[in-house]
């Protein structure tokens, strides 16, 4: 399987321009810095994944604002500084969203909209505008977690007009496009695109959901004071998640997976590694990582199984998260495990 060279090893700076506290200049210029970028390329990473969402770069009448712009080219100068990529990834669109939290949001209409599609492609003009020049090191993500499985022809047919689109800008910039389920990782065999030498299949993994999720207060279903440690057998997991909400087990509920551990991930990557064998395409998880509420040791056994399985299959991958979130590991609190953790990334 080819790699997704220069994106092997990543974290999200989610939070910054997206599921911000607050969408403000204030928080854009305080939120992350030079100095952050600075110390993510002296932690080891290749590249950060930059989540953005629709309203930091226009209005909801789709007018431009170029301060927003400006901040994606403040990181462009400082991950050229420091020696590291980045993927530009539009986290939320204008009429669509994967937040489980915004509860009113109508998952399906952007998908058969032509008047919402064409909001979308017409951001993406001014993103490529500016940035496709940078091939060199900026990636592109067209859309962050598609959330429901039965519109994946259509999620189809709009990945291969965003592909177009960015190949009238850019003949080689990396194009990294995901599937369905929230991007699931069983989702990639569904992907069925227009393929050249720079398209990338994407997925996010916090598998088993029930570990890396446990308290999480935006999850349906899943009781605050939760807890499960890692790891437990394969039957306490889908017994927890029976309990609980059966969309919480997620993968562990597949009859082709073996016990947890390394080889569990290795297992519920296989149907996305020969996808992507098959049509020779880079695979890469754009999203991985465990909550904060979790134990500090189940947290690293957990990251040492998955890790172990990304480098043996030749899986790039972009931890979530840098900073707060939820996930992030640059508070206090997580400085006793600092050095373990950094180990097995």
Known sequence: MRVFTGFMKGVNLGGWLSQAKEYTEEHYNSFIKEDDIRDISLLGFDHVRVPVDYNVLTDDEGVVKESGFCHLFDLLSWCRKYGINMLIDLHECYGYSFDPLKKDMDRKAFFYSSMLQERFFSLWREILS??????????????????????????????????????EYSKDAWIVVGGVNYNNVLSVPLLSVPLDERIVYNFHCYEPMVFTHQGAYWVDGMPLDFRIGYPKTLEEYRRAGRSLNADLAGAVYDNRISEIGESFFLDIFAPAIAKAEKDNVPLYSG?????????????????????????????????????????????????????EFMEVL
Not at 136 to 146: K, R
Not at 149 to 161: C, F, M, R, Y
């Open 130 to 167: 500016r940035f496709a020049q940078y091939s060199d090191m900026v990636a592109f993500e067209p859309l962050n977690e598609v959330v429901l499985p039965e519109v994946t022809d259509a999620w189809n047919a709009i990945l291969a007009s965003f592909i177009k689109l960015v190949r």
């Open 287 to 339: 999203e991985y990582g465990v909550i904060d509420k979790a134990a500090s040791g189940d947290k690293i056994r957990w990251l040492k199984d998955i890790n172990s399985a990304f480098r043996k299959a030749g899986i790039g991958r972009a931890l979530w998260n840098y900073k707060e979130k939820d996930f992030g590991f640059t508070d206090e609190a997580f400085s006793e495990i600092r050095n």
